[in-house]
């Protein structure tokens, strides 16, 4: 059998890898952007998490960054939620009857998802106060799954009667609170307030532009929501609710900005009401419909 001689056998491989190689070229981060996107639709936040961050760090495509961003922000204010509400949930237990053999592991467990909750809210937090400068009349584009929505979390409640719970029960119950919480921050920041069926049809449509004054608004409320931990009912750290309280009067100041530039009466009134909240005046009212 002949061979072809070294120089010729070199060329053609060079040319076989090439053309094996030629396919559509990813853009810095698009790899990563993508990885994100399919870890929430496998509900896996911590890793969308870390793949989000890794294409803010790497993508050269400004609308890129910014939607990165975006739907950082969204998953780290679900994910401090959904932790405030576990904790309080294991506060809640601790104090039922049927807790009395394991109230100890409860109070651990409160302890460590209320830290967790602070982390991620302040990390929530900081990221708005950096990009909320920059906010305009330009819309803010998202396109991601929507997360899977129960209206309850029976898991959670189990919890609150002060059921001891295996690790997987607990991880269930986890899991179904990141859900639910990222399904309603979605659905306030596209403007569909509490009808998360309704955010639901909207990011099923594909393409979600977000109105900056929309977003400041929800995201503040949602901040306030999960800050109350800090408050006399939960850990009674006065200085953290104060932050939280700032951070929202820093967001409705540029809210009101955007507001005066672009007038809107029933977004007016959502931005009182979150200034009210944050100076104690008033509580969440119960229901936000249009």
């Given at each position: ?11 053609v491989l060079s040319v076989m ?88 592991a409860y109070y651990k467990n ?174 969440k009212p119960q229901n936000r419909?249009?």
């Open positions: 059998m002949r061979t072809l001689p070294p120089v010729i056998l070199a060329v890898l090439s053309g094996c190689s030629s396919g559509p070229s990813v853009a810095p981060g698009g790899q990563r952007f993508l990885d994100a996107k399919n870890n929430l639709k496998a509900s896996d936040f911590k890793a969308a998490l870390t793949n989000l961050d890794a294409t803010i760090r790497t993508t050269t495509d400004p609308a890129m960054k910014e939607e990165a961003k975006v739907i950082r922000v969204a998953v780290l204010t679900a994910m401090a939620e959904a932790d405030r509400q576990m904790g309080e949930a294991y506060q809640i237990g601790a104090k039922q009857p049927a807790a009395s053999g394991h109230t100890a409160r302890t460590d998802y209320y830290n967790t909750a602070h982390s991620l809210l302040m990390n929530a937090m900081q990221s708005v106060m950096d990009e909320r400068s920059k906010l305009g009349d330009k819309p803010l584009a998202m396109e991601l799954a929507f997360p899977g929505f129960m209206g309850t979390n029976p898991t959670l409640d189990h919890l609150k009667e002060g059921q001891l719970l295996s690790d997987g029960d607990r991880m269930q119950a986890e899991l179904q609170a990141d859900r639910n919480a990222l399904a309603k921050v979605l659905t306030a920041i596209a403007g569909a307030k509490d009808d998360v069926n309704k955010g639901q049809e909207i990011y099923a449509k594909g393409k979600v532009e977000i109105d900056p004054r929309v977003y400041l608004i929800a995201l503040s409320d949602s901040f306030l929501t999960t800050g109350a931990m800090f408050g006399p009912r939960g850990l009674n750290e006065a200085d953290h609710l104060a932050t939280v309280n700032q951070v929202v009067m820093g967001n409705m100041a540029v809210a009101q900005k955007l507001l005066t530039a672009k007038p809107d009466k029933d977004l007016e009134a959502q931005a009182r009401s979150e200034m009210d909240r944050s100076e104690g005046k008033s509580e419909g249009k």
